[in-house]
């Protein structure tokens, strides 16, 4: 009797949640750069708006997918050619994210889609990248010098080219690594190119694996802007 009284949990998505979602992938890098910049178009309060209704399915208010869709009405092909055609102009370059280092050497994770550029990157062999991050610690050393800025290509199909370097997001955090085949098909080894600092006698920076399928994001670094020491 107790069982039949009890409400469903259960949550429903709504389909122009759905709609949302899948338009919201389709045009992230396109139409806009990120959340902050899509919450102000939509006159959301603030980018975590946008974040809970991407990964929590949080419903959105169907006149703000009305918004969405008028606004980039250009990118989704509703819009009829005017006699003049619209000019979309493109920043040149990569944007680059600042982020903060954590005492240890490693950045807690953090949607970098809820932040604002700070600048962009622009210079030749760079120009098939998504965006630049900097580098903090010294756990890659010398190959990645605390401090320099670094160019990165998303690799979405998670394929890993062995002995490469690599930006990833795992578990609570966000590193860099060199990362090594495994004997386990589903895991790679994350490695430290610094292998000169000890603590205790042991590796400060010793290698550990980490399975394929957890790794939240994956970026190839094709590119190091070292800094100038004056």
Not at 112 to 133: K, Q, S, T, W, Y
Not at 153 to 182: C, F, H, Q, T
Request: with cysteine.
């Amino acid at each position: 009797m107790d069982e039949l009284l009890k409400p469903s949990k259960i949550k429903t998505v709504r389909p122009e949640t759905l709609e949302f979602i899948i338009l919201y992938n389709q045009l992230r890098g396109r139409a806009f750069n990120n959340n902050s910049e899509l919450a102000e178009a939509l006159s959301f309060n603030s980018a975590s708006s946008i974040t809970e209704i991407i990964k929590s399915r949080q419903n959105i208010d169907p006149e703000k997918l009305k918004t969405f869709k008028e606004k980039y009405a250009e990118y989704l092909g509703n819009k009829k050619s005017a006699d003049k055609p619209a000019v979309v102009r493109k920043e040149e370059g990569i944007p680059m994210y600042e982020i903060t280092a954590t005492a240890s050497g490693v950045e807690v994770y953090n949607d970098i889609n809820d932040a604002h550029p700070v600048g962009r990157m622009n210079f030749p062999g760079i120009e098939e990248c998504d965006f630049a991050l900097p580098v903090w610690g010294h756990s890659m050393y010398p190959y990645l010098e605390n401090g320099c800025w670094v160019a990165l290509k998303i690799i979405n199909d998670k394929k890993i080219l062995p002995g490469e370097v690599y930006y990833i997001e795992w578990g609570d955090y966000r590193m860099y690594k060199r990362l090594l085949a495994s004997d386990n098909p589903e895991e790679v080894i994350a490695h430290s190119d610094n292998v000169t600092e000890m603590v205790g006698g042991r590796l400060k920076y010793s290698p550990f694996p980490i399975r394929i399928d957890e790794i939240k994001k994956l970026c190839l670094v094709k590119d190091i802007h070292k800094k100038h020491n004056h």
